[in-house]
C-alpha cells in the first residue's frame, strides 16, 4: 500500500503526459520495481548492472532511461548494441564532452542511424549552479559538484553531436538534479528555470531539442516534520513555462524520484544483541542490535534519522506499544566501527532477543548495503496487499563471501 500511495500521490502532482521514473539507486530489488512498473513507473538506471535489474522486472528497454556520472564505455557499448538491435533505451543522458566523444565513437562504429539501425537519443545533464536546501552529502547541483556540465559546456557538447553525429545520436535535451531530501522548492525551481530556459534557446535551431528531464528529490522526512511533496515543486512548473514562448516550450517532460516512492514502504527488523548500562555518560544506556551500517549505512553516512519501535519487551509481543514505560537509548550496530550508530530513541525495557523495527528503510538500505565484517545481505520480503509475504531477494549465505 505505501508504494501503491507514493506513486499515486506523484501521479497526482505530474500526471500524463508527464514522464514518471523510479530511480532504482533508492532500491535495486527487482521485485520492488516490478510493482512500482505496474503503477506506471519506468526504470531510470545508472549502470549496466541496474539495467539488468529493470529487465528483470519487465521494464521494457523504451521505459528505461539511462544516467550517471560513472558510465564506462562498457555501458556505452550496451546501450548501443540495444539501439542496434532496434530496442533502444528511452534515452541517455550525457555527463560530460567527453563522454559524448565517447559514445560517438562506440555508434559510428556501430552504424547506428544507418543500415536500417536505429540512433539513440541522448539528453545532457546540465549543472544547475544552485544551493540545494538538503545535507551537503546530498546536494548534487552545486556549481562545485562533480555531476553535470555548465552551460558553455552543454551548448558546445548539443553542437559538435548535432553537427557530427550525423543521425547517430539524436540531441534531445537537458537531464538536471539537484540533490536529495529537498527541505524547499527555491533550488529546485531555479535549476528548472535555467533547464527550461536552456533548452528553449538551443530549441530555436535545433527542433528535436524537446526533452527536459527534472530529476528527483523530493523529500521523505520524520513523520511529525511535513516537508513539500511533489504537488508543491509541481506547482512551479506552470509559471516557469508560461514565461518561454510555446514554439520554445518542451514537449516532453519529465521526473525520477526514487526515495519518496519506496522509502515508507521498508521496515528493517533487528534483534537485540545487548544492553548496556553505562553511568556518567548522557544518556546512560546502550543498545547494541544485529543490524547497523551494514543493512541500512544513512545514519552512518550522512546522520539521517530513522525513528526505531520495539515489537517486543523483555520477550513478549508489545500489543499496546504507546502504553509501554519508555526511557531514552542510544541505538548502535553490529558492525565494528564507532560510527556505526542510528541515534537516540525512547524504547521500553529491552532484553537479548528482543525484536525492533526500524522505520522508512525502504530506500537506500536494499541498495547501499554490504557485506562488511563477513556480513550476508539480508533477505528482501513483500508484504502483499491480502497479508501473504513474498520473498524477493534470498538472504545471503556466508559461502558466497570471500
Given at each position: 500500500?505505501?508504494?501503491?500511495?507514493?506513486?499515486?500521490?506523484?501521479?497526482?502532482?505530474?500526471?500524463?503526459?508527464?514522464?514518471?521514473?523510479?530511480?532504482?539507486?533508492?532500491?535495486?530489488?527487482a521485485?520492488?520495481?516490478?510493482?512500482?512498473?505496474?503503477?506506471g513507473?519506468?526504470?531510470?538506471?545508472?549502470?549496466?548492472?541496474?539495467?539488468?535489474?529493470?529487465?528483470k522486472?519487465g521494464?521494457?528497454?523504451?521505459r528505461?532511461?539511462?544516467?550517471?556520472?560513472?558510465?564506462?564505455?562498457a555501458?556505452?557499448?550496451?546501450?548501443?548494441?540495444?539501439?542496434?538491435?532496434?530496442?533502444p533505451?528511452?534515452?541517455?543522458?550525457?555527463?560530460s564532452?567527453?563522454?559524448?566523444?565517447?559514445?560517438l565513437?562506440?555508434?559510428?562504429r556501430?552504424?547506428?542511424?544507418r543500415?536500417?539501425?536505429?540512433?539513440?537519443?541522448?539528453?545532457?545533464?546540465?549543472?544547475?549552479?544552485v544551493?540545494?536546501?538538503?545535507?551537503?552529502?546530498?546536494?548534487?547541483?552545486?556549481s562545485?559538484?562533480k555531476?553535470g556540465?555548465?552551460?558553455?559546456?552543454?551548448?558546445?557538447?548539443?553542437?559538435?553531436?548535432s553537427?557530427?553525429?550525423?543521425?547517430?545520436?539524436?540531441?534531445?535535451?537537458?537531464?538536471?538534479?539537484?540533490?536529495?531530501?529537498?527541505?524547499?522548492?527555491?533550488?529546485?525551481?531555479?535549476?528548472?528555470?535555467?533547464?527550461?530556459?536552456?533548452?528553449?534557446?538551443?530549441r530555436?535551431?535545433?527542433?528535436?531539442?524537446?526533452t527536459?528531464?527534472?530529476?528527483?528529490?523530493?523529500?521523505?522526512?520524520?513523520?511529525?516534520?511535513?516537508?513539500?511533496?511533489?504537488?508543491?515543486?509541481?506547482?512551479?512548473?506552470?509559471?516557469?513555462?508560461?514565461?518561454?514562448?510555446?514554439?520554445?516550450?518542451?514537449?516532453?517532460?519529465a521526473?525520477?524520484?526514487?526515495?519518496?516512492?519506496?522509502?515508507?514502504?521498508?521496515?528493517?527488523?533487528?534483534?537485540?544483541?545487548?544492553?548496556?548500562e553505562?553511568?556518567?555518560?548522557?544518556?546512560?544506556?546502550?543498545?547494541?542490535?544485529?543490524?547497523?551500517?551494514?543493512e541500512?549505512?544513512?545514519?552512518?553516512?550522512?546522520?539521517?534519522?530513522h525513528?526505531?519501535?520495539?515489537l517486543?519487551?523483555?520477550?513478549?509481543?508489545?500489543?499496546?506499544?504507546?502504553?509501554?514505560?519508555?526511557r531514552?537509548?542510544?541505538?548502535?550496530?553490529?558492525?565494528?566501527e564507532?560510527?556505526?550508530?542510528l541515534?537516540?530513541h525512547?524504547?521500553?525495557?529491552?532484553?537479548?532477543?528482543?525484536?525492533?523495527?526500524?522505520?522508512?528503510?525502504?530506500?537506500?538500505?536494499?541498495?547501499?548495503g554490504?557485506?562488511?565484517?563477513g556480513?550476508?545481505?539480508?533477505?528482501?520480503?513483500?508484504?502483499?496487499?491480502?497479508?501473504?509475504?513474498?520473498?524477493?531477494r534470498?538472504?545471503?549465505?556466508?559461502?558466497?563471501l570471500?
Amino acid at each position: 500500500m505505501a508504494i501503491a500511495d507514493a506513486a499515486a500521490e506523484l501521479e497526482r502532482a505530474f500526471p500524463d503526459p508527464v514522464i514518471r521514473q523510479f530511480s532504482l539507486k533508492a532500491n535495486d530489488v527487482a521485485a520492488v520495481v516490478a510493482v512500482l512498473a505496474e503503477h506506471g513507473l519506468g526504470a531510470n538506471v545508472v549502470s549496466g548492472g541496474e539495467w539488468a535489474v529493470a529487465r528483470k522486472a519487465g521494464v521494457p528497454n523504451e521505459r528505461t532511461t539511462i544516467e550517471g556520472i560513472g558510465k564506462t564505455d562498457a555501458d556505452l557499448r550496451r546501450a548501443v548494441r540495444a539501439a542496434a538491435a532496434g530496442s533502444p533505451p528511452a534515452w541517455l543522458s550525457l555527463e560530460s564532452p567527453e563522454e559524448a566523444d565517447a559514445l560517438l565513437a562506440i555508434a559510428r562504429r556501430a552504424r547506428l542511424g544507418r543500415d536500417g539501425r536505429r540512433p539513440l537519443d541522448v539528453l545532457f545533464r546540465l549543472n544547475p549552479a544552485v544551493s540545494p536546501e538538503t545535507l551537503a552529502g546530498l546536494a548534487v547541483g552545486t556549481s562545485t559538484s562533480k555531476f553535470g556540465m555548465t552551460e558553455t559546456e552543454l551548448t558546445s557538447a548539443v553542437e559538435r553531436l548535432s553537427t557530427a553525429a550525423a543521425g547517430t545520436l539524436v540531441p534531445r535535451g537537458i537531464h538536471v538534479h539537484v540533490g536529495s531530501q529537498l527541505g524547499a522548492v527555491d533550488a529546485w525551481r531555479e535549476a528548472a528555470r535555467r533547464s527550461l530556459a536552456l533548452l528553449g534557446l538551443v530549441r530555436g535551431g535545433l527542433e528535436s531539442f524537446d526533452t527536459v528531464d527534472l530529476g528527483g528529490g523530493f523529500a521523505v522526512g520524520p513523520r511529525n516534520v511535513p516537508g513539500p511533496g511533489p504537488a508543491r515543486f509541481a506547482r512551479e512548473l506552470e509559471p516557469l513555462l508560461e514565461a518561454i514562448p510555446r514554439h520554445r516550450r518542451p514537449r516532453r517532460l519529465a521526473v525520477e524520484p526514487g526515495r519518496f516512492l519506496v522509502a515508507r514502504a521498508g521496515w528493517l527488523v533487528a534483534r537485540v544483541l545487548h544492553i548496556r548500562e553505562r553511568g556518567g555518560a548522557a544518556v546512560d544506556r546502550q543498545v547494541v542490535l544485529d543490524a547497523g551500517m551494514t543493512e541500512l549505512i544513512r545514519p552512518a553516512l550522512y546522520g539521517a534519522r530513522h525513528e526505531i519501535e520495539a515489537l517486543t519487551s523483555l520477550g513478549a509481543p508489545l500489543v499496546q506499544p504507546s502504553a509501554a514505560p519508555r526511557r531514552p537509548a542510544l541505538v548502535e550496530g553490529p558492525v565494528c566501527e564507532s560510527s556505526d550508530q542510528l541515534g537516540l530513541h525512547e524504547l521500553p525495557e529491552l532484553r537479548r532477543g528482543d525484536l525492533v523495527v526500524i522505520r522508512d528503510a525502504g530506500a537506500y538500505a536494499a541498495s547501499l548495503g554490504s557485506t562488511y565484517n563477513g556480513r550476508p545481505r539480508p533477505a528482501q520480503v513483500l508484504l502483499e496487499p491480502d497479508g501473504a509475504f513474498r520473498l524477493a531477494r534470498r538472504r545471503g549465505r556466508v559461502a558466497d563471501l570471500g
